[in-house]
């Protein structure tokens, strides 16, 4: 790939605004960065280097949205309709609903139905920016849906020009056929499952649903064991609902994030600090669900805790495709800065996924993967809600996508089309 010098911008590398060049350049060889800096300190040595100039706008590397459940079979919007005609979450449950029908639907499902419905959710991040998602099984809770769970996550990464990290969450919810044997069906998440999805390549890193409605504190560590053996690094679903104390199991296993977190306390932020796990918030779902516990944001500040931000993309909880709309939810209800919401789907997103070297942060040597943003401030990022802010996506030096311009007949034109055609 040619060498090219993108000038005309204001660039903030590190995802945190108080740290932005106005005016800027960046050099990019063989999609990686060669320098980056304010222009008119450009070396002498890219002076010669073709130039793409680009008119003033921001730039920012690519989001990362580091906490999801994108590949699902079905959806519950039927089941958001009765919720809003007054029927319970015990009710739906009993007519067989919740989380039990997307494990239904997704076993049902075929590979190519799995990967053209979260393609379809995918697409719109891709549109917004994102360049490496996480995404987790645990809608098949037996072997063979989990793994094809999998499979359409590695292929999605195949389709489409974004890092993809898949994260085996067998230990999701208790499947109908194990009622009541819950310590069974962590026996075959540990001794079955994930060693097989394992051995085929398909997981780089293992999550628990630690709660009352999910699973125990014991079972949750029998599972970071098992990772622990295979060499896996694990994450949390923690303190959504109540305070278990797995963010403080999770810190003891080194855990690359715990997510959730309303209900966390102060001993479980100090252990998470020792650890370097990162907090990972999910505004979607504390919205979604009318959650009114909040995170405990200053005490995250205070131990200085890394905060992450992710759409938490689920049928049930947070049927969300704009991560840009997570940094507008993060500054309004959890009273999260600009600064913490941006890195919060940068830098601090790509430690959530152990993947700090590789995204969430311009700098030379590193990929060019980075967003053109058609704003006037960063802060426009977190203010419009819904609305398409990424003018371009840039992937090692390439530019992968480009806002669509004037895509509307003019009304002039409509006289061409039959009336209600
Ligand atoms: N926490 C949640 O909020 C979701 N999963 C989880 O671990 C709920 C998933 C669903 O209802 O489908
Ligand atoms: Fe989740």
Redesign the pocket.
């Given at each position: 790939m040619s060498d090219l010098v993108w000038q005309h911008l204001n660039l903030c590398a590190s995802g945190d605004p108080d740290d932005t060049i106005v005016d800027a350049a960046l050099a990019v060889r063989d999609g990686r960065i060669a320098w980056l800096g304010a222009a008119r300190e450009l070396p002498r040595e890219y002076s010669a280097w073709p130039r793409e100039a680009l008119g003033g706008a921001w730039v920012t590397p690519s989001l990362v949205d580091c906490h999801t459940?994108l590949v699902y079979g079905g959806n519950r919007a039927d089941e958001f309709a009765l919720r809003l005609a007054g029927a319970s979450y015990e009710e739906i449950a009993r007519r067989g609903g919740?989380?039990l029908s997307?494990v239904r639907a997704t076993r049902e499902a075929d590979e190519d139905a799995l990967f053209a419905s979260a393609a379809a959710r995918l697409e719109p991040l891709l549109a917004e920016g994102v360049g490496a998602i996480e995404i987790k099984s645990g809608y098949g809770l037996e072997l063979n849906a989990e793994r094809k769970m999998l499979r359409v996550a590695r292929a999605l990464a195949r389709r489409y020009p974004v890092s993809i990290y898949t994260t085996f969450l067998g230990a999701?919810a208790l499947p109908q056929e194990y009622a009541g044997r819950a310590d069974a069906y962590i026996d075959e998440v540990c001794e079955r499952m994930l060693p097989a999805l394992a051995d085929e390549g398909l997981v780089d890193a293992v999550d628990v649903?630690c709660e009352r409605i999910?699973f125990t504190l014991a079972q949750s560590e029998r599972v970071f064991e098992a990772a622990a053996r295979r060499g896996l690094p694990v994450k949390m679903?923690a303190e959504?609902l109540s305070l278990a104390g797995g963010a403080a199991l999770a810190a003891r296993y080194r855990a690359l994030s715990a997510d959730h977190l309303e209900f966390l306390d102060e001993a479980g932020v100090q252990a998470m600090k020792v650890a370097g796990t990162v907090a990972v918030l999910l505004p979607g779902?504390y919205y979604f669900i009318r959650e009114t516990q909040l995170p405990p944001i200053d005490l995250l500040r205070r131990h200085g805790v890394p905060i992450a931000l992710a759409t938490?993309s689920?049928?049930?909880?947070s049927p969300a495709t704009s991560l840009l709309a997570m940094l507008n939810l993060g500054c309004t209800l959890f009273r999260l800065t600009l600064p913490e919401v941006l890195q919060g789907v940068t830098c601090h997103a790509a430690r959530a996924l152990g993947q700090s070297e590789r995204h969430g942060r311009l700098a030379p040597g590193r990929p060019a993967d980075f967003v053109v943003w058609q704003v006037g401030s960063l802060a426009e990022l977190a203010y419009w809600i819904g609305r398409p802010l990424a003018g371009r996506v840039v992937r090692a030096g390439a530019t992968i996508y480009r806002a669509p311009t004037a895509p509307w007949l003019r009304t002039d034109e409509r006289a061409a089309f039959p009336e209600g055609a």
């Open positions: 459940h919740g989380i997307t999701h649903f999910g679903h959504q779902a938490d689920n049928p049930g909880t």
